[in-house]
């Protein structure tokens, strides 16, 4: 399996992107979940937000919720992360990456991993 996140990029602070991930090495992904970790610079990944393929169901975390949205297209075997009024903190590289698409959710693994795409977002 293999991810490849795409979107990311240099933004003043109010601004919008839209990352993608494109999964492969699968015929579909529709029985996994897919979600998106921030990592700003010195600290910890953190969890962004999180799909499962299948249902579409979506977590976002509460620091982004109201203003990112993760969605999935089967068809494509792609997730995006539509980021609306990015503030400065919200700096850092964006990971995506695949778990089970079943059990809990969200789901408290992944399994494969992208290599990310870095945002900045200037004040």
């Known amino acids: 399996v293999q991810l490849q996140a795409s979107g990311g990029g240099l933004v003043q602070a109010g601004d919008s992107l839209k990352l993608s991930c494109v999964a492969s090495?699968?015929?579909?992904?529709?029985?996994?979940?897919m979600g998106w970790f921030h990592q700003a610079p010195g600290n910890e990944r953190t969890y962004v937000a999180a799909?499962?393929?299948?249902?579409?169901?979506?977590y976002h975390a509460d620091s982004v919720k109201g203003r990112f949205t993760i969605s999935r297209d089967n068809a494509k075997n792609t997730v995006y992360l539509q980021m609306n009024n990015l503030k400065p903190e919200d700096t850092g590289v964006y990971y995506c990456?695949?778990?089970?698409?079943?059990?809990?959710?969200?789901?408290?693994?992944?399994?494969?991993w992208g290599q990310g795409t870095q945002v900045t977002v200037s004040s």
């Open positions: 799909t499962r393929m299948g249902s579409g169901i979506t």
């Open positions: 990456a695949i778990g089970p698409g079943s059990g809990d959710f969200p789901p408290p693994r992944f399994d494969y």
């Open positions: 090495g699968r015929s579909t992904f529709s029985s996994y979940a």
